[in-house]
């Protein structure tokens, strides 16, 4: 038996819109086992009617949240994501969370949404407020423009420390955000040398995980982590 994954997608532009996401994404699932299928924004009698059919969620990375969810104004080195994304992930993050019975991942933004709608903030822009550190979290011509690669620093005794064999991994990486205020009941699960936080999980539930690189990039590096996501969608349904 075979789980299935919803997985959010993307929105851009506007005539027309588009609904897309990475094929990295949901190769991903399909090489660790489980069957992914895209869910765009729907209302909500659709959601609650999708979630009763899937086993487990992943939500991916893409452009910024509106800090505006986290009462703060908007960095001049954001870039916002389509308010339908916006709007949409948060509601179906929210709907997520009502059921233990679902597995959550969180990959880049997908943590950051997970640390949003927990009540958490962000650094907005990780060069202007930390412009001496040595790690490099996004490539040099950008977060937006491709990946670079750095350590990350996994803390034993979580669910992430199980899931890994080793408590200290390179990882693809592009991102200028990251958990700044741990939303309420997240834990910091992983850090980069610099202290930045790279990994969360929500210990009330039985498999709710967020981390800031980019597993998909590097599949057999990460493969731990996906097959976990996928044995836990069985499992805690079951």
């Known amino acids: 038996m075979k789980p299935i994954i919803g997985i959010n997608v993307d929105v851009t532009g506007e005539r027309p819109k588009e609904a897309r996401v990475q094929a990295n994404y949901y190769e991903a699932v399909t090489r660790a086992g489980g069957i992914p299928i895209l869910i765009p924004p729907v209302a909500d009698h659709d959601l609650e009617e999708i979630i009763k059919r899937i086993d487990g969620v992943m939500f991916i990375g893409g452009l910024d949240y509106c800090p505006s969810i986290y009462g703060e104004d908007k960095h001049e080195k954001s870039e916002i994501a389509h308010d339908d994304r916006v709007e949409f992930d948060l509601r179906f993050l929210q709907k997520c969370l009502q059921r233990k019975e679902l597995a ?104 709710v995980i967020g981390v800031q690189w980019h597993p998909e990039r590097d599949f057999e590096g990460n493969k731990e982590l996906f097959e976990s996501f996928i044995k836990a969608s069985l499992t805690v349904k079951a």
């Open 104 to 207: 959550v991942l969180g990959i880049c933004a997908g943590a950051q949404i997970l640390n949003i709608g927990l009540g958490g903030s962000l650094h907005q822009d990780i060069p202007s407020e930390f412009p001496d550190s040595p790690v490099q979290h996004s490539s040099h011509n950008g977060w937006s423009e491709g990946f670079s690669k750095h350590n990350v620093n996994i803390e034993k005794g979580t669910a992430l420390g199980t899931i890994y064999s080793k408590h200290e991994l390179a990882v693809p990486t592009s991102h200028h955000q990251a958990v700044r205020t741990l939303g309420k009941g997240l834990r910091a699960t992983a850090f980069a040398d610099d202290g930045i936080i790279e990994a969360v999980e929500l210990e009330s539930h039985p498999y």
